[in-house]
Nanobody, 115 residues
Framework: QVQLVESGGGLVQPGGSLRLSCAAS????????ADWYRQAPGKERELVAK???????NYADSVKGRFTISRDNAKNTMYLQMNSLKPEDTAVYYC?????????WGQGTQVTVSS
């Protein structure tokens, strides 16, 4: 059974940093394309960052310059480095990864930015 297991969320003060991880297991395929989404209370899920099979990255305007998406093929893990965090970054963060021909979702991890 393919699983994406997220970790790294938590409570951080404004201006702080967190690194989210999303580890894939149970698949014969590695992570190629992958995205991070987030969903704040009362809001729709939004795309935060994406990385293509070729390694190109794109970011939502709200996080550009502060967040970095990356992928470690040897560990079959993707990451979201989040710096200069703001209260409006508070949300549940979800990874979405393409392994072989299929897409899978992580279970979500809570990020709370508050003083």
């Amino acid at each position: 059974q393919v699983q994406l297991v997220e970790s790294g969320g938590g409570l951080v003060q404004p201006g702080g940093s967190l690194r989210l991880s999303c580890a894939a297991s149970g698949s014969i395929f590695g992570i190629n394309a992958a995205d991070w989404y987030r969903q704040a209370p009362g809001k729709e899920r939004e795309l935060v960052a994406k990385i293509t099979e070729g390694g190109r990255t794109n970011y939502a305007d709200s996080v550009k310059g502060r967040f970095t998406i990356s992928r470690d093929n040897a560990k079959n893990t993707m990451y979201l480095q989040m710096n200069s965090l703001k209260p409006e970054d508070t949300a549940v963060y979800y990874c979405n990864a393409k392994l072989g021909p299929y897409f899978y979702w992580g279970q979500g991890t809570q990020v709370t930015v508050s003083s």
